[in-house]
């Protein structure tokens, strides 16, 4: 996932820094194998300028990758310019806007990856319902439960229970008997 970011980036980099900058006659060049620094040999400004643009170019995009391999369960965050941060012993990671409310509720929560799946489920159904506030954060919500070598969509019917249970609760802790439900749902 890190090279594919990688490749990404470079390729928008290419598409909106060094095309428009240098045009056709840089193509041209770089098909008979003539690389940046060669073609800019007598621009050195126009060069330092370049691989300032270049190097600071924002994709626009984090990804959050989750599986499960041999060693466990595993959870990074992709971002600009293609770092990656590992969240293993977090447990969770969240991004975009809402993200910072997502992980606050999720931390305020005390979810770890050693949390009940009803725990869980419900964690992240708040965690959503949190980052409603931020700008762009649509109302729409679906979950996914990753087990090992599947997954399944939670069901409209879990997300109801999941929106009701929040609702009962005032977005507090909710009763453990309230959780039952959302265990009989995913059995």
């Not at 929040?166 to 977005?171: C, L, V």
């Amino acid at each position: 996932m890190h090279d594919s970011y990688t490749e990404v980036r470079l390729a928008k980099v290419r598409e909106f820094i060094i095309i428009p900058n240098l045009g056709p006659d840089f193509v041209r060049a770089e098909q008979l194998g003539v690389s940046i620094p060669q073609y800019l040999q007598q621009q050195q400004g126009v060069y330092q300028q370049l691989v300032t643009h270049m190097s600071n170019f924002n994709v626009g995009v984090d990804i959050v990758v989750a599986g499960i391999d041999g060693g466990g369960a595993r959870i990074a965050v992709i971002t600009h310019p293609g770092t990656t941060a590992w969240f293993d012993k977090l447990g969770h990671a969240a991004i975009g806007s809402g993200g910072i409310h997502a992980n606050m509720r999720l931390a305020l929560g005390a979810q770890t990856s050693h949390s009940t799946l009803a725990d869980t489920l419900y964690r992240v159904y708040e965690a959503k319902r949190a980052s409603e506030v931020a700008p762009g954060v649509g109302q729409a919500t679906d979950i996914v439960i990753v087990d090992g070598t599947r997954s399944t969509e939670c069901s409209r019917e879990t997300l109801t229970a999941l929106k009701e249970i929040f609702e009962e609760s005032g977005g507090r802790v909710p009763a453990a008997a309230s959780l039952e439900r959302i265990v009989k749902l995913v059995g």
